[in-house]
């Protein structure tokens, strides 16, 4: 598979020979110091599967947060299906307001923290933690050529519930500590507040509006999971297909059916714990 390189790369011999295979078309620059190696992958493909190294060589104090953090991948197209257009990559940086373009990918830059305590180191760059991309995605934005920077109240509301189901109250009680503590390195005091209020909610310490289904069933004490009631339905719509498959009784003689009532039920009271011998049986 396909290579990036990057200059300047701490060799100025290896620096030299980038160059020289650029010069000789064995490269191809696709920003300043950003070189692909072309083959049969195409060099789009290639930029959207090294989206973090990329992202740690050109913003090295960013954090991909908001979607891109909840997602924990770029952001692209699947409406249509098949994944398609640019793959847009959502950044907080201690820098101005930046679109960093490149073939097949989009970083979209806004000025804000960089790493913090909880943030993940992800294949070259940082990725937001599990607290952090909480808060981030409750700040408001609006969609303009493509998705909004966030997943707004709705989708971390999702969130908590799935988390809920996995960690337990518990787990959610200790996200909001954490949440309380984080909150004012990241200036995220509002967005906090309306976590608490949905964790509040969730968990029947306090009145909320929750506009999800797993949600309000939550809040409501009869909490479901809408992806075990869906492969309940896909086997059921499996076996209502196909018709039960018959075995012959190999045994044709006339007391078969007499042989087989007494086996079934003298082992049947034998399993239960009730032991005879057989001829007490018969």
Not at 40 to 67: C, F, H, N
Not at 187 to 208: H, M, P, S, Y
Not at 244 to 272: C, H, M, Q, V, W
Request: net charge neutral; glycine share 10%; with cysteine.
């Amino acid at each position: 598979m396909a290579d990036i390189l990057f200059t300047p790369s701490g060799s100025e011999a290896t620096d030299r020979k980038i160059r020289r295979d650029h010069e000789a078309g064995k490269l191809v620059r696709i920003a300043s110091g950003i070189y692909v190696e072309p083959g049969a992958e195409p060099i789009e493909a290639v930029v959207r599967r090294k989206w973090s190294i990329i992202l740690g060589k050109v913003v090295p104090d960013g954090v991909a947060t908001d979607r891109t953090g909840m997602e924990s991948q770029p952001w692209r197209d699947r409406s249509s299906g098949a994944p398609q257009g640019d793959a847009l990559v959502f950044v907080s940086a201690p820098r101005t307001r930046d679109v960093i373009r490149l073939p097949g990918l989009e970083m979209h830059i806004r000025q804000g923290v960089g790493p913090v305590d909880g943030d993940i180191p992800y294949l070259g760059s940082w990725l937001a933690g599990p607290v952090r991309k909480l808060l981030d995605n409750l700040a408001p934005s609006r969609a303009r050529n493509g998705p909004a920077r966030t997943v707004g109240k709705a989708g971390v509301e999702a969130a908590l519930e799935s988390l809920c189901s996995t960690h337990g109250e518990e787990g959610l009680n200790h996200i909001r500590d954490q949440a309380r503590v984080l909150a004012p390195v990241l200036e995220r005091e509002k967005e906090f507040e309306v976590l608490n209020g949905l964790i509040g909610a969730l968990l029947r310490t306090r009145q909320g509006k929750l506009s999800t289904v797993q949600g309000r069933a939550r809040a409501a004490g009869a909490p479901l999971d809408p992806a075990c009631v869906g492969r309940l339905v896909t086997l059921a719509d499996h076996l209502q297909a196909r018709a039960p498959l018959s075995i012959a009784d190999r045994d044709t003689t006339p007391g078969r059916k007499t042989s087989g009532a007494f086996i079934e039920a003298y082992f049947s009271n034998f399993i239960e714990g009730t032991e005879f011998a057989v001829n007490e049986a018969v």
